[in-house]
């Protein structure tokens, strides 16, 4: 019999969540080549104004507007790419779309659908982070399983996992910090 903490729970991943999860991702990942971007080009095309001899106020703002509208595209384009890349992996891949059951324990983490089931150790882990809808479970750098907080029901069926996560995985669980009342 198992002393600690076991939560248990049926899910179907739905797409929102799956996106959300990667939109994350990618802003986790890249963030620091957005900020680069967003404020770089305007400035290299100040810089590059005042260089050229375009030193009134009027011919560097009408440089920098076709820049600022290069920068809006490239942002909205890389949303779209994680959207599309997105709705191709959840659509291409069953085993994503499948009703799952999840068992986390002191022991591990199972898991079982109709065609696939596993389980694992904490020390596979490489770290949880839990975003606003999740808790993405990392076996790597970049490889991880969504497990979407809605499955739980309450916060304090949450609170309860957050517990286990910290308890299995110490520093390496990036999660809410609650407070005690």
Known sequence: MEAGPRIEADCQLQFPEFYHAMRWYSWRKYWWQYCALTISAPIGAL?????????????IRVAIIPVVIIVLLI????VWNVYRNAQRQFRTSPAVREIRH??????????????????????????????PESFLLFSS???FIVFPKRILGSEERTESLRTLFRQQLGVKAK???????
């Open 75 to 78: 942002a909205g384009l890389s």
């Open 102 to 131: 999840w068992v986390l324990s002191e022991t591990g983490v199972e898991t079982s659908s109709a065609s696939s089931s596993g389980k694992f150790n904490w020390s596979i882990l490489h770290t949880i982070v839990e975003s």
């Open 47 to 59: 810089i590059g104004g005042v260089l050229l001899g375009h030193a009134t106020s009027r011919d």
């Open 175 to 181: 999660l809410k910090v609650t407070r005690a009342t």
């Open 141 to 143: 750098s970049s490889i």
